[in-house]
């Protein structure tokens, strides 16, 4: 039987391109699997060393896979890419991700345990559905001004909005349903929002890591939770590392032995924003509410941002 040193997984809902190399990285598998072949197929196979890319369903594969006593690796997509040669299809996918999987330095991403999918799961609901409130706000403030009513934007703003469109005698009636029906949908989804929050704060208090991560200035227990399901500690020996890897940090142009980092002013630069944007986005919120704040004259985080200037009077 031919001994594997590595596997690799190109998935899909139905089927499954196989590639594997022997010893001396030559190939020695190319096969499709339908899915109720693939856990099978590698029952019969000793431990070995299985790549994937991290996509949709990846968490899952790579848990049924590790339960068999095979060690797996998730790349990240982007670092899979750079690998594919000429035209990207299953067959050259799978040999990309076997091929990536192989080289010294590259980085993994931790497979998630099943309560850590779940969290995850309600913490992107939550997004979903505030998404999903601010198009409905955004259609209702839209259609109002056709009608010649404004309002300033944000939701807090829909129920006055939402009344005087109702007042108004020169709106038709079938369109002043269509509004009523808009605003049914609004509440149905700010109620979906407050039993998730109720999920996500009942979480956090039974998660230890998400706890003592709100004591930090500008953290909530959304983005505690976030980190504390998105994140493994282990994975980086510092802060620093932790921030590069969320891509915080400035974009890099050095050249010619002179370090560049990227300035917004002179070269377009800001922070490279190829890391996780969701957790990027939450931190960024988070420490943006914390300047405002330091800003402000006696506000308990005064003097927490060095350098911040306070706002001026109007």
Same mark, same amino acid.
């Given at each position: 039987m031919v001994q594997y040193e590595r596997i690799a997984i190109d998935t899909s809902k139905a089927v499954f391109t196989v590639h594997a190399v022997d010893q001396q990285e030559r190939p020695v598998l190319r096969t499709n699997l339908r899915r109720a072949q693939l856990i099978p197929f590698f029952k019969r196979l000793p431990a070995t060393a299985i790549a994937i890319e991290a996509c949709s369903s990846a968490h899952h594969w790579a848990h049924e896979l590790t339960a068999l006593g095979h060690q +797996?690796?998730?790349?990240?997509?982007?670092?899979? *890419?750079?690998?594919v040669k000429r035209g990207k299809n299953d067959r050259n996918g799978a040999v990309a991700i076997c091929e990536a999987a192989g080289r010294p330095g590259m980085h993994f991403v931790p497979v998630k345990s099943v309560s850590q999918r779940a969290q995850g799961m309600v913490l992107k609901v939550r997004e979903t559905s505030i $998404?999903?409130?601010? &198009?409905? +706000? =955004?259609?209702?403030?839209?259609? &109002? &001004? !056709?009608?010649?009513?404004? &309002?300033?934007?944000? @939701?807090? =703003?829909i129920v006055p909005l939402l009344s005087a469109i109702e007042q108004e005698a020169s709106i038709p009636l079938e369109a002043k349903e269509m509004f009523v029906l808009l605003g049914q949908q609004i509440d149905e989804i700010d109620a979906r929002i407050k039993d998730v929050d109720a999920k996500l704060n009942a979480a956090h208090k039974a998660n230890?890591? @998400?706890?003592?991560? +709100?004591?930090?200035? $500008?953290?909530?227990?959304?983005?505690?939770?976030?980190?504390? +399901?998105?994140?493994?500690?282990?994975?980086?020996?510092s802060g620093r590392h932790l921030a590069a890897w969320a891509d915080l940090t400035p974009k890099e142009? @050095?050249?010619? $032995? *002179?370090?560049?980092?990227?300035?917004?002013?002179? !070269?377009?630069?800001?922070i490279s924003r190829a890391g996780n944007k969701r957790l990027r986005v939450l931190l960024v919120s988070g420490a943006t509410s914390v300047i405002n704040a330091a800003v402000r004259p006696g506000s308990r985080h005064d003097g927490l941002v060095e350098g911040a200037a306070a706002p001026q009077a109007a």
């Amino acid at each position: 039987m031919v001994q594997y040193e590595r596997i690799a997984i190109d998935t899909s809902k139905a089927v499954f391109t196989v590639h594997a190399v022997d010893q001396q990285e030559r190939p020695v598998l190319r096969t499709n699997l339908r899915r109720a072949q693939l856990i099978p197929f590698f029952k019969r196979l000793p431990a070995t060393a299985i790549a994937i890319e991290a996509c949709s369903s990846a968490h899952h594969w790579a848990h049924e896979l590790t339960a068999l006593g095979h060690q +797996v690796r998730l790349i990240p997509p982007q670092y899979v *890419k750079p690998y594919v040669k000429r035209g990207k299809n299953d067959r050259n996918g799978a040999v990309a991700i076997c091929e990536a999987a192989g080289r010294p330095g590259m980085h993994f991403v931790p497979v998630k345990s099943v309560s850590q999918r779940a969290q995850g799961m309600v913490l992107k609901v939550r997004e979903t559905s505030i $998404g999903q409130r601010v &198009a409905l +706000v =955004n259609t209702v403030r839209g259609h &109002a &001004a !056709e009608f010649g009513i404004i &309002a300033g934007t944000g @939701s807090g =703003n829909i129920v006055p909005l939402l009344s005087a469109i109702e007042q108004e005698a020169s709106i038709p009636l079938e369109a002043k349903e269509m509004f009523v029906l808009l605003g049914q949908q609004i509440d149905e989804i700010d109620a979906r929002i407050k039993d998730v929050d109720a999920k996500l704060n009942a979480a956090h208090k039974a998660n230890e890591i @998400s706890q003592p991560l +709100v004591t930090i200035p $500008g953290v909530g227990p959304i983005i505690a939770l976030t980190l504390a +399901v998105e994140i493994d500690p282990a994975m980086f020996q510092s802060g620093r590392h932790l921030a590069a890897w969320a891509d915080l940090t400035p974009k890099e142009r @050095s050249t010619g $032995g *002179k370090q560049r980092m990227g300035d917004r002013a002179r !070269e377009g630069g800001g922070i490279s924003r190829a890391g996780n944007k969701r957790l990027r986005v939450l931190l960024v919120s988070g420490a943006t509410s914390v300047i405002n704040a330091a800003v402000r004259p006696g506000s308990r985080h005064d003097g927490l941002v060095e350098g911040a200037a306070a706002p001026q009077a109007a």
